[in-house]
Structure formats: structure tokens, C-alpha cells
Nanobody, 118 residues
Framework: QVQLVESGGGLVQPGGSLRLSCAAS????????MGWWRQAPGKQREVVAL???????NYADSVKGRFTIFKDNAKNLVDLQMNSLKPEDTAVYYC????????????WGQGIQVTVSS
């Protein structure tokens, strides 16, 4: 059974940094899109950063230049480095993997809270 577990969230002051990590267990992803999404209270879930199976990077306009997505194939991890955090970055962040290995399978983590506040 595939599981995605996020870690690294918490409370940070505006201008601070956090690094989220997503550990995948149950399989090794050979061909997959990996990304981070977020959902703020009262808003729809939105994509924050995406690393496609072809190596293309995509970021939401609101986080460009501040957030960076990393992938470690050997450890089956995908991290999100978040710098210069703003109060509007406050949300529950979700790791998402779309695996194309055998058909198409979509996996979500349980979500982790990030709060940016002074």
C-alpha cells in the first residue's frame, strides 16, 4: 500500500523559512509527476509546485522565486523549500504524486499545517 507522509510544517514568522518533506513508502516511483498543493481556509486546493516526470518545473505565480521543489529518487522523497514566507502562505500543504508506472495512480498525503504569523 502506497503512503505519502508529510513533515516539516509548523508556525513561522513572516520572512522566515520552512522545508516540507514528503516520504513515499510502498513503491518506488520510476515515472511520476510530483508536486505540492495547498488549501487555505475557505479556498480551493491549488497547486504550489510541480516537478513533472519529464523534469519540467512549474510554480504558482504567488510563490515563484521563494519556493523550490526538490526530488530525491534514491530516497523516494520530494521536498519543498519555502523562503520569505508571507501570511498568505498559511494553509494546509499536501504532497501529491501521479504515478504513470502501471496505468495512472494518484496519491495524496494527509496534509500538514503551515502557519505564517507574527
Amino acid at each position: 500500500q502506497v503512503q505519502l507522509v508529510e513533515s516539516g510544517g509548523g508556525l513561522v514568522q513572516p520572512g522566515g523559512s520552512l522545508r516540507l518533506s514528503c516520504a513515499a513508502s510502498g513503491t518506488m516511483f520510476s515515472t511520476a509527476d510530483m508536486g505540492w498543493w495547498r488549501q487555505a481556509p475557505g479556498k480551493q486546493r491549488e497547486v504550489v509546485a510541480l516537478l513533472t516526470s519529464g523534469g519540467k518545473l512549474n510554480y504558482a505565480d504567488s510563490v515563484k522565486g521563494r519556493f523550490t521543489i526538490f526530488k530525491d529518487n534514491a530516497k523516494n522523497l520530494v521536498d519543498l523549500q519555502m523562503n520569505s514566507l508571507k501570511p498568505e502562505d498559511t494553509a494546509v500543504y499536501y504532497c501529491n504524486i501521479v504515478d504513470y508506472g502501471l496505468g495512472v495512480h494518484v496519491y495524496w498525503g494527509q496534509g500538514i499545517q503551515v502557519t505564517v504569523s507574527s
